[in-house]
């Protein structure tokens, strides 16, 4: 990917304006609680609707295609080029901080990106390459941190709140029904602001059958950089072992707090804590531009690169969604752009240098 140098300068500002801001809204989380427990974990994918209420739009699969070298040239596919990761916080009527959206602002981003040919895929679909999208469109990855309330609520009848995380996803995806409604919930001790377990129990699994993913972003969400290695791989294991007992666990991705790496980073991906092991495919950073896809060589799964949901005022000016969005509307060569056909990865023949080795069988040049 050609991004301007001057753009990488900008990366480590980014994620310190992400810490300074966060750590301002988690001091009112609350006190320790722990989690134990075992369970498996729903697949992403087609699920039952929640009764009562309106039908809920839930992901469905893309129709199968096997893709030759005429049609991925056709459909101008590239399986190598820049996927948007995007970051969102908190949702509030009224902004309090710079990283904060509101309703309008969250669905007005994703109507656009619906617009633009984007379908979403869970941080999971993404890193392990198992990205349903139609030939010709892009995928783009949302992602929500710290599991606040505005992500997630039911009403009265059991289905997600309008101005949620959610609720918006789904009304943007009935509009747009090839917007697949999905994210991924990156969540903390007490997810979606709920502390007791039936409650969390009954969102947590209301997600994860519907297509959704919840996931790992630590226990009480500490800067890793500043904690000794057994309290890495204990703010890590507490947190997977409740999302076991919830039913979405354990945990694939996760993102860390800050976007700042334990040392070493390595600690981030794997390791055990008293008895309990987890392993993720992949750890997401917080900022600041659009992520190589996992077949790439450059490809590091242990600093996957997000974009902060925002405009182009102040610092984001060069770094945030609106940017990055129309600067792939300006560089269309650089974005990925699916084939629809998942045992094969299409790209340019220019570009088969830059495929990691294991997944080179799998190429279809053009």
Request: net charge positive; hydrophobic share 40%.
């Amino acid at each position: 990917m050609r991004i301007p140098a001057s753009l990488t300068r900008i990366i480590g500002v980014a994620n310190v304006g992400v810490v300074v801001v966060a750590i301002i809204g988690l001091n009112l989380l609350p006190s320790d609680g722990d989690g134990d427990g075992a369970s498996g974990r729903q697949a992403a994918g087609r699920a039952e609707q929640s009764p009562p209420g309106e039908p809920t739009a839930v992901a469905s699969e893309p129709p199968g295609v096997e893709a030759t070298p005429e049609f991925a040239k056709q459909v101008k596919a590239n399986e190598l080029g820049v996927v948007p990761v995007l970051m969102y916080h908190r949702i509030l009527n009224k902004r309090l901080a710079s990283i904060d959206r509101t309703p309008s602002q969250v669905r007005q981003e994703l109507e656009k990106l619906a617009r633009q040919g984007y379908v979403p895929v869970t941080a999971k679909e993404f890193v392990t390459g198992a990205m349903p999208v139609p030939a010709g469109r892009f995928p783009v990855v949302l992602t929500f941190d710290d599991g606040h309330p505005s992500h997630f609520a039911l009403d009265a009848n059991g289905q997600p709140k309008p101005d949620t995380a959610a609720g918006i996803i789904l009304d943007v995806a009935k509009k747009y029904p090839s917007f697949r409604p999905v994210a991924t919930f990156w969540v903390n001790r007490d997810p979606f602001g709920l502390r007791e377990r039936d409650q969390q129990v009954a969102a947590v699994q209301w997600l994860v059958g519907h297509g959704f993913e919840v996931a790992n972003h630590t226990w009480s969400h500490p800067s890793l950089s500043v904690l000794p290695k057994k309290r890495v791989r204990e703010q890590i294991v507490r947190l997977d072992r409740l999302l076991v007992k919830l039913g979405a666990g354990p945990a694939k991705t996760m993102a860390l707090p800050f976007g700042a790496e334990p040392h070493p980073r390595k600690l981030a991906r794997s390791g055990t804590w008293d008895g309990t092991s987890y392993d993720f495919d992949g750890v997401f950073l917080a900022g600041a531009e659009p992520s190589l896809p996992p077949y790439a060589k450059a490809f590091d799964p242990l600093a996957i690169q997000r974009i902060q949901s925002n405009g182009k005022k102040g610092e984001c000016r060069k770094w945030c969604s609106q940017y990055w969005l129309e600067w792939l509307n300006k560089h269309p060569e650089e974005r990925y752009v699916s084939d629809g056909d998942p045992a094969r990865i299409s790209i340019p023949k220019k570009l088969q240098g830059k495929i990691t080795s294991k997944r080179r069988p799998q190429v279809n040049a053009y």
